[in-house]
């Protein structure tokens, strides 16, 4: 099959195994920027596209604002013709474009898709023949049947259209979630399998055929929706589980019983366990948002999700049941939350990355705030913390040496950067939501 443009997919192949092929990403944020490092290193010339000209010119300039990103990685993929631009003429010039920009809730709890349809209108004009297009941004089963193809062929002024099924000519679109887990080291990148769904097969050739250059597993799907599907899943098992912990963990409470030592004890089975872990709510641009694009869609299948929505309503409730529990620490020592100087460690929705897109922090700032605490924060990845989608704080991190200034901490970030025996040894109280003071004797500590 000869296209328009000269190349078969047979061409498009051997130019990704001779890393002839040029890759475009779109969104050099938490997925995208260590995706165009990736195919870096395997010496492909990548374009990152993305709208915020700071983020462009910082990475034009070898700069990262990515705290696990080196600026030598940056410097290193530059050598291997890594530049960021946010000029979508240049989309025509590559053989391959990803799409990694943000799906988040909008403020009824329903997907905005407003990021990827405004991606999706902007590269559809050059879209060219032969081209291979991938959804990588976590969204519901259907989007890209039902909402990227069609903004792809409507925006396209040479009329191409998707080449799904047996047609002959077109450009070629897939799925394909992303899965990683920030600050987990114990998985390398390359070693998580990538799942891919295609609309048609030569799609899910190309896109094999592209990542199996730098992921040594790629499972194919049969469908788009099976792709958009499995990775809804994966994050809904994970918010369902957690969910399961954080109530079992207030049972566990009440009976005198220590969770944590429990879930220890479970793990130890080697088979049909998987440990979760209790916490003080649900962070990050994933867990808490990507299950309520399924109880969306299934609206529009006369079906509920209740799972989804009671794991929602327990985990959005761990906040609330922090704060009430340093409000009870203070009243053991004969105080009361309103007027007291509360100290929340770690602003990052877990330990030791540099993101805070809806960490429970924000939340049990914002609660203390509202009865009346006065409320710092100490956290090493956040000198300063402005305002964002949900949060309007404007505040600056308090250096950890004013401790003893406070009535209590409250240990919100399990950063492994901290000395938990020296804070403890210098709070008025602690109030531990992540099980960091383990091993720790102090009546100081109250651990929920
Ligand atoms: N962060 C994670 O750990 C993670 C893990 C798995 C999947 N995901 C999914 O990956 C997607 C991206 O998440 P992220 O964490 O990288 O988001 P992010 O906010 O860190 O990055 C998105 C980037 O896209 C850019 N952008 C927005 N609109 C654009 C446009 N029209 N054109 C070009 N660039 C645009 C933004 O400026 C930003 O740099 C989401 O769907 C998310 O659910 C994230």
Redesign the pocket.
Same mark, same amino acid.
């Given at each position: 099959m000869k296209t328009l443009s000269g190349c078969t997919p047979i061409d498009t192949i051997e130019k990704m195994q001779t890393r002839e092929a040029r890759i475009g990403i =779109?969104?050099?944020? %938490?997925?995208?920027?260590p995706l165009a490092l990736l195919f870096s290193e395997e010496r492909f010339r990548v374009t990152g596209?993305?709208?915020?000209p700071a983020?462009v010119s910082a990475l034009n300039a070898g700069k990262s604002y990515i705290v696990r990103i080196a600026p030598e990685t940056i410097s290193k993929a530059q050598e291997a013709g890594f530049r960021a631009t946010?000029d979508y003429a240049e989309i025509g010039q590559m053989d391959a474009v990803i799409i990694?920009? &943000?799906?988040p809730l909008d403020e009824h709890n329903d997907p905005d898709l407003s %990021?990827v349809k405004?991606?999706v209108g902007?590269i559809a004009p050059h879209v060219r023949e032969g081209q291979l297009i991938v959804l990588?941004? *976590? *969204?519901y089963p259907g989007t890209t049947e039902e909402i990227v193809i069609p903004i792809l062929e409507a925006g396209n002024p040479h009329g191409l259209k998707a080449a799904c099924n047996n047609q002959q000519t077109g450009f070629h679109v897939c799925f394909s &979630?992303?899965?990683?887990? &920030?600050g987990n080291d114990s998985v390398a990148r390359v070693d998580i399998p990538k799942v891919v769904g295609g609309c048609g097969p030569v799609a899910v050739e190309l896109a094999t055929a592209m990542y199996s250059t730098i992921f040594r597993r790629v499972v194919p799907v049969s469908s788009t929706s099976v792709a958009e599907m499995t990775?809804l899943l994966e994050n809904i098992y994970r918010c369902v589980n957690i969910a399961l912990v954080n109530e079992l963990k207030q049972l566990c409470m009440r009976m005198g019983i220590d969770i944590h030592e429990v879930i220890d004890a479970a793990r130890t089975k080697p088979f049909g366990f998987q440990a979760f872990y209790p916490g003080p709510g649900l962070g990050?641009?994933?867990i808490p =948002?990507?299950p309520f694009y399924l109880s969306w869609k299934a609206r529009e299948f006369d079906f509920r999700t209740r799972f989804i929505e009671l794991a929602g309503e327990l985990n959005s409730r761990m906040p609330y049941f922090v704060v009430d529990h340093v409000a009870n620490g203070l009243n053991v020592q004969s105080k009361c939350l309103n007027g007291s100087k509360i100290l929340v460690l770690g602003l990052a929705y877990k330990r030791d990355i540099d993101?805070l897109?809806e960490s429970p922090s924000l939340t049990i700032i914002e609660l203390l705030r509202a009865r009346g605490a006065n409320v710092a924060y100490n956290d090493p990845y956040f000198p300063t913390v402005g305002h964002g989608r949900h949060y309007d704080l404007n505040m600056v991190s308090t250096p950890l040496e004013q401790i003893e200034d406070f009535d209590a901490t409250v240990i919100v970030t399990d950063h492994s950067s901290y000395d938990y025996r020296a804070i403890v040894e210098k709070s008025k109280l602690v109030v531990d939501t992540r099980n960091a003071t383990k091993g720790i004797q102090s009546a100081k500590i109250v651990r929920c």
């Amino acid at each position: 099959m000869k296209t328009l443009s000269g190349c078969t997919p047979i061409d498009t192949i051997e130019k990704m195994q001779t890393r002839e092929a040029r890759i475009g990403i =779109i969104g050099m944020g %938490y997925v995208g920027l260590p995706l165009a490092l990736l195919f870096s290193e395997e010496r492909f010339r990548v374009t990152g596209f993305d709208t915020d000209p700071a983020k462009v010119s910082a990475l034009n300039a070898g700069k990262s604002y990515i705290v696990r990103i080196a600026p030598e990685t940056i410097s290193k993929a530059q050598e291997a013709g890594f530049r960021a631009t946010a000029d979508y003429a240049e989309i025509g010039q590559m053989d391959a474009v990803i799409i990694c920009v &943000p799906t988040p809730l909008d403020e009824h709890n329903d997907p905005d898709l407003s %990021y990827v349809k405004g991606t999706v209108g902007s590269i559809a004009p050059h879209v060219r023949e032969g081209q291979l297009i991938v959804l990588e941004s *976590t *969204t519901y089963p259907g989007t890209t049947e039902e909402i990227v193809i069609p903004i792809l062929e409507a925006g396209n002024p040479h009329g191409l259209k998707a080449a799904c099924n047996n047609q002959q000519t077109g450009f070629h679109v897939c799925f394909s &979630p992303e899965r990683e887990d &920030p600050g987990n080291d114990s998985v390398a990148r390359v070693d998580i399998p990538k799942v891919v769904g295609g609309c048609g097969p030569v799609a899910v050739e190309l896109a094999t055929a592209m990542y199996s250059t730098i992921f040594r597993r790629v499972v194919p799907v049969s469908s788009t929706s099976v792709a958009e599907m499995t990775k809804l899943l994966e994050n809904i098992y994970r918010c369902v589980n957690i969910a399961l912990v954080n109530e079992l963990k207030q049972l566990c409470m009440r009976m005198g019983i220590d969770i944590h030592e429990v879930i220890d004890a479970a793990r130890t089975k080697p088979f049909g366990f998987q440990a979760f872990y209790p916490g003080p709510g649900l962070g990050g641009h994933c867990i808490p =948002i990507d299950p309520f694009y399924l109880s969306w869609k299934a609206r529009e299948f006369d079906f509920r999700t209740r799972f989804i929505e009671l794991a929602g309503e327990l985990n959005s409730r761990m906040p609330y049941f922090v704060v009430d529990h340093v409000a009870n620490g203070l009243n053991v020592q004969s105080k009361c939350l309103n007027g007291s100087k509360i100290l929340v460690l770690g602003l990052a929705y877990k330990r030791d990355i540099d993101d805070l897109r809806e960490s429970p922090s924000l939340t049990i700032i914002e609660l203390l705030r509202a009865r009346g605490a006065n409320v710092a924060y100490n956290d090493p990845y956040f000198p300063t913390v402005g305002h964002g989608r949900h949060y309007d704080l404007n505040m600056v991190s308090t250096p950890l040496e004013q401790i003893e200034d406070f009535d209590a901490t409250v240990i919100v970030t399990d950063h492994s950067s901290y000395d938990y025996r020296a804070i403890v040894e210098k709070s008025k109280l602690v109030v531990d939501t992540r099980n960091a003071t383990k091993g720790i004797q102090s009546a100081k500590i109250v651990r929920c």
